[in-house]
């Protein structure tokens, strides 16, 4: 598999949701592609928190999924330098 490939097409197996309801819940807020479908039932039904943030930026989770994980990674480590960067604690924490 090609290092550039997306994060959904890597996917391999879910989380079983702990709470199968809380995660059908999010399947029907975010109505995922067939492919993520099983790791938004899993995700969702394990962590309220994160279920709670793919309701709120759906447009997150699907960038998320679309690119690779080193896009993703390279993304990530960018902000948090720039983030070190500032001087105040409420624009780190941003």
């Known amino acids: 598999m090609a290092d550039d490939a ?6 391999r197996f879910s989380p079983t949701p702990f709470n199968r309801a ?13 492919a993520a479908r099983d790791l938004v039932l899993g995700v969702a039904g394990c962590s309220p928190y994160l279920a709670r943030l793919m309701e709120r930026y759906p447009e997150i989770l699907a960038a998320a999924l679309a690119a690779s994980p080193d896009e993703s ?3 990530c480590s960018s902000a948090a330098f720039a983030a070190a960067d500032e001087t105040e604690p409420a624009a780190q924490m941003k």
Do not use: V, Y
């Open 6 to 11: 997306s994060l959904l097409s890597r996917i």
């Open 73 to 75: 990674l390279a993304r």
């Open 22 to 34: 809380a995660g059908e819940r999010s399947l029907e807020t975010l109505a995922p592609q067939a």
